[in-house]
């Protein structure tokens, strides 16, 4: 066993100073491994339906990511960060359930709008605002369509707003799947008047047919807000985060067991696997 393990990992007379589990056709083979493996735990996600990210739960992890992006954007531009207002998140949850439901999307609704919604929600307010919009595959870009946007700038960046609440819901529109996103702003008073001006924005590349995800939307919405799949990706973490510290000891005792007499090319070819691993395990 001793023996063993000093010919494949110990540079030495006997395997003419280059262990066996850093040979060429060796380090192949488990590049080809790793990447099969990645290319599995990538098809995974790309394989799955659209309808399952939009599910609640999926939602729900957009929902949160908004806000954050959100109160970044502001914190950036010298605003001051919001807090998150259970009911504003009831009422633009309740907007963005209607918009979905009824298939409209415009601030004023069939029958309720801004004031309505917030009031209903029990929420009183000295200054308030909406941001909407639809079609858009996840919160990075919905955020850059607002920043984008001079009316949904200025709600972003409001230094009155003191609270946020955002609700999303997937509906239909133009007989096609989408998502409806609510972003509801507010400075909490006893009886104010509604002082933001609402602004809405309907994206030029809405989802259509089945929503329409790029394969690398679905790949990092999958890895950041699947659970069963990003277990998958965790667990690949861990297995590429062990092989990368593995074969960084393996080079070591190569190269300073031996250190004048090397072979470069084992070198070069076991960082090019290192680096492979590394690309691997960030992604």
Known sequence: MRRTLKKYFIPHRENDYHPHILHTKRAWFYGGVFSVAKIIVVGCALLLPNKVFVLPDVLASEENKLMILTNEFRQANGVSTLHTSD????????????????????????????????????????????????G??????????????????????????QDIGIGMADGMRDDRPTVFVAQHFGAPSSGGMLSAQMSQISPAGELSGQAKFSPLQKYFLAKSTLSPITSIFDVSQKFYFFAIMFFV??????????????????IFQTAGLISLLICFWLY
Request: hydrophobic fraction near 45%; proline fraction near 2%; aromatic fraction near 10%.
């Open 136 to 161: 858009f595959a996840g919160a990075e870009e919905i955020m850059r369509a607002w920043q984008a946007s001079p009316t949904h700038r200025a709600n972003l960046l409001d230094k009155d707003f």
């Open 87 to 134: 009911r504003l998140i009831v009422s633009s949850a309740d907007k963005a359930g209607d918009m979905a439901r009824t298939g409209y999307f415009s601030h004023e609704g069939i029958q309720n709008n801004l004031r309505d919604w917030l009031s209903l929600a029990g929420y009183d307010y000295s200054a308030a605002g909406e941001n909407l919009a639809v």
């Open 249 to 266: 000891f393996a080079l070591l005792l190569n190269i300073v067991i031996e250190v004048r007499k090397q072979h470069p090319h084992v």
